[in-house]
T-cell receptor
C-alpha cells in the first residue's frame, strides 16, 4: 500500500460546480497536510495547508483533515475554468521536511 | 516574495553526457532544499535532501554517484545528472524551505526542468 493514495481522475465538471478532491494515507505520523495546484510543465503552487485535524477555508477553497480516518479533502466552490489543473495532496510529519505527494487529480472545468 | 528559480527549464542531451540543473532561492536563504523527480502522470518523488554545507541525503534507490548534489550556498543547490541515459528523462523539480514564515516552514517550488536524454 502506498503512503498516500489519490484518484488521478480525470475529473470534468461544468463551471460553477462544487468540486471535491480527496486523499487517503496510511502513516499516522503525518501532521502537516497540503494541497498544491500544478499546471502542465510547471512547478507545484501551494493552495492550502492544515496542521493536524480540522477545517480551513480560504476564499472558494476549503481543506478538511480527518486524522481518525486518515482522509483529507479539498473542496472548490463555484469552480472556474481557470481552476483546471492537477491538484496534488502532500503530507509530512515534521515542519520543513520532505513531502510525500499523492499522484494528483486532473481537474477540467468547462465553461 | 519567496521565489525559486530553476535553470535550465528544458534540456535535451545525448546519452552518456552530464547535465547540471540549478535551483536558486531568489529572495530568501534556504539551508534546506529538496530535489524531486516527476514522471508523466505520476507523483513527485523525493530524490534527495540538500543541506547547505553538508552532504546531501539520498532516498533509497537513488544513486548518489549518478545524481550529484551540491548545496554550495544558502541560495543555490545544483543537481548534476552524470552519464545520462534515456531512462533519466523526467521532470526535475526543486523546492526550498523558508524557515520562520509559519509553523509549517513552507516549501516553495521551482518551475521544474524537463530533461530529455536521446
Amino acid at each position: 500500500q502506498k503512503e498516500v493514495e489519490q484518484d488521478p481522475g480525470p475529473l470534468s465538471v461544468p463551471e460553477g460546480a462544487i468540486v471535491s478532491l480527496n486523499c487517503t494515507y496510511s502513516n499516522s505520523a503525518f501532521q502537516y497536510f497540503m494541497w498544491y495546484r500544478q499546471y502542465s510543465r510547471k512547478g507545484p503552487e501551494l493552495l492550502m495547508y492544515t496542521y493536524s485535524s480540522g477545517n480551513k477555508e480560504d476564499g472558494r477553497f476549503t481543506a478538511q483533515v480527518d486524522k481518525s480516518s486518515k482522509y483529507i479533502s479539498l473542496f472548490i466552490r463555484d469552480s472556474q475554468p481557470s481552476d483546471s489543473a492537477t491538484y496534488l495532496c502532500a503530507m509530512s510529519n515534521q515542519a520543513g521536511t520532505a513531502l510525500i505527494f499523492g499522484k494528483g487529480t486532473t481537474l477540467s472545468v468547462s465553461s | 516574495g519567496a521565489v525559486v528559480s530553476q535553470h535550465p527549464s528544458w534540456v535535451i542531451c545525448k546519452s552518456g553526457t552530464s547535465v547540471k540543473i540549478e535551483c536558486r532561492s531568489l529572495d530568501f536563504q534556504a539551508t534546506t532544499m529538496f530535489w524531486y523527480r516527476q514522471f508523466p502522470k505520476q507523483s513527485l518523488m523525493l530524490m534527495a535532501t540538500s543541506n547547505e554545507g553538508s552532504k546531501a541525503t539520498y532516498e533509497q534507490g537513488v544513486e548518489k554517484d549518478k545524481f550529484l548534489i551540491n548545496h554550495a550556498s544558502l541560495t543555490l543547490s545544483t543537481l548534476t545528472v552524470t552519464s545520462a541515459h534515456p531512462e533519466d528523462s523526467s521532470f526535475y523539480i526543486c523546492s526550498a524551505v523558508l524557515q520562520g514564515l509559519s509553523v509549517y516552514n513552507e516549501q516553495f517550488f521551482g518551475p521544474g526542468t524537463r530533461l530529455t536524454v536521446l
